[in-house]
């Protein structure tokens, strides 16, 4: 199973629900020396706008990966690189943890494990609609999240392990923490990175600074300014 992500610093988000800015294009995207692209979001994913984006990335030479939200929306496309599948470590009811996972398992029956990755996913802002659906407990410290980071990396065998705040900039010493817990794990840092200096606050402690929204809000330079800031830590 390769595993790319060991040499990433940046991924850039885009969310099929969303706008691009007036005059940018998914190629302006692919094109920001970001090292891969994720596709996917929370609320309002459907497979149409999924394709759509994908579709879109797949002109461009750049590594794509779909994050899907839920089973109903994971694409077999021969211009995915791969699938990484969110799994809430904090999440208030099993479904998030394990029994999506289960009910695609069981109505697709084999799946391409060759593509396919876990991210186990610790969410901390609990204003997000992550945290939302998820019903996830934000009320965590830095403790807790080590901890958390330290049993997926170790019990779980997790590849990936992702601190999320998406929406908003997260504390750096929850970051800084589980950096620390995490060895083998690669750790993947997301929410409210808008500029150089946020996303190199926390590229410093994470191995892959995540930017989402900036992208939708803002366009290429802000977005190529966090490329810069995450190569640079
Ligand atoms: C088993 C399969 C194929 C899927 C299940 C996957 C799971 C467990 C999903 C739960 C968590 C989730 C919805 C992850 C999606 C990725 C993510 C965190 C996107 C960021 O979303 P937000 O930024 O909070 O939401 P919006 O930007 O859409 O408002
Ligand atoms: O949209 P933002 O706040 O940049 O968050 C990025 C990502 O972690 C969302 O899943
Ligand atoms: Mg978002």
Same mark, same amino acid.
């Given at each position: 199973?390769?595993?790319?992500? #060991? ?43 999924? &394709? ?10 750049? &590594? ?7 089973? #109903? ?9 791969? /699938? ?11 479904? !998030? ?6 009910? !695609?398992? =069981? ?13 186990? /996913? ?39 392990? /992702? ?9 750096? &010493? ?25 996303? /190199?606050?926390?590229? =410093? ?18 977005? =190529? ?9």
């Amino acid at each position: 199973m390769p595993t790319p992500w #060991e040499d990433w610093n940046h991924i850039l988000k885009i969310d099929p629900d969303k706008e691009l800015p007036e005059g940018v294009t998914y190629g302006d995207l692919c094109a920001t020396g970001t090292d891969a692209i994720e596709v996917g979001g929370t609320m309002g994913i459907t497979a149409e706008n999924m &394709s759509a984006v994908i579709d879109a990335c797949a002109e461009h030479d750049v &590594s794509l990966y779909q994050e899907p939200s839920n089973p #109903e929306v994971v694409l077999e496309d021969d211009a995915l690189d791969g /699938y990484l599948i969110p799994t809430v470590f904090n999440a208030g009811s099993p479904f !998030w943890i394990t029994e999506a996972h289960k009910e !695609w398992v =069981r109505l697709e029956g084999d799946l391409d494990w060759e593509r396919t990755t876990t991210e186990a /996913y610790i969410v901390m802002n609990p204003e997000a609609d992550v945290a939302m659906l998820t019903e996830a407990d934000c009320d965590l410290g830095a403790d807790d999240v080590a901890a958390y980071a330290t049993v997926a990396e170790h019990m779980f065998g997790q590849e990936i392990v /992702y601190v999320e705040y998406s929406g908003t900039l997260g504390d750096e &010493s929850v970051v800084e923490a589980a950096a620390e817990a995490t060895d083998e794990s690669t750790l993947f840092y997301g929410g409210g990175i808008h500029d150089y200096d946020s996303a /190199y606050s926390m590229a =410093r402690h994470a191995d892959v600074v995540v930017v989402g929204d900036l992208a939708h809000d803002e366009g290429i330079e802000a977005v =190529r300014e966090t490329v810069e800031a995450a190569n640079d830590a």
